[in-house]
């Protein structure tokens, strides 16, 4: 009897995978939003794109990718063994690495846009205990501690 129960119980479990690959089979955005979620996108509704333009969108992202091809490899930064990093922020295209006593700021070159890096390091006299920084208003807010003894 047991068997029996269990025979039955995948034969149901098959009709309903059917039942799902018919209704996917079917569905035009189902299947487009499958393809979304396989290559790490999420749906946004609120943009009000159709199905057909962001399949259209979709199609041409991948194709960037399977033609994309480092030109040149560059190191921007690299943090000094031992030295302690505090944080790192992006805002705007511009990244910016706190580090004990500098700040350093940098952003990616673009070969096809003819974008060069470009990095800038301010040296503080304090520790970088917190920052935030607002590119487009040039502004730079740091939070520190001196080691000096008062």
């Given at each position: ?46 943009t009000g794109v159709t199905t057909v333009d962001s399949i259209k969108a979709l199609g041409e992202y991948q194709s960037k990718w399977d033609k994309f091809d480092v030109d040149e490899e560059q190191i921007l930064m690299r943090v000094p063994e031992g030295e302690h990093t505090w944080g790192a922020a ?61």
């Amino acid at each position: 009897m047991m068997y029996l129960s269990n025979v039955h119980t995948i034969s149901s479990l098959l009709k309903v995978n059917r039942g799902f690959r018919d209704l996917i089979r079917r569905s035009l955005r189902i299947q487009h939003k499958v393809d979304l979620y396989v290559t790490g996108l999420v749906p946004n509704l609120a943009t009000g794109v159709t199905t057909v333009d962001s399949i259209k969108a979709l199609g041409e992202y991948q194709s960037k990718w399977d033609k994309f091809d480092v030109d040149e490899e560059q190191i921007l930064m690299r943090v000094p063994e031992g030295e302690h990093t505090w944080g790192a922020a992006t805002a705007g295209g511009v990244h910016a690495v706190a580090m004990k006593h500098e700040i350093v700021f940098f952003t990616l070159p673009s070969n096809s846009r003819g974008i060069q890096s470009r990095k800038q390091t301010i040296p503080l006299d304090f520790r970088v205990t917190g920052f935030a920084f607002y590119p487009q208003a040039d502004v730079v807010a740091v939070v520190g501690q001196t080691d000096r003894v008062m």
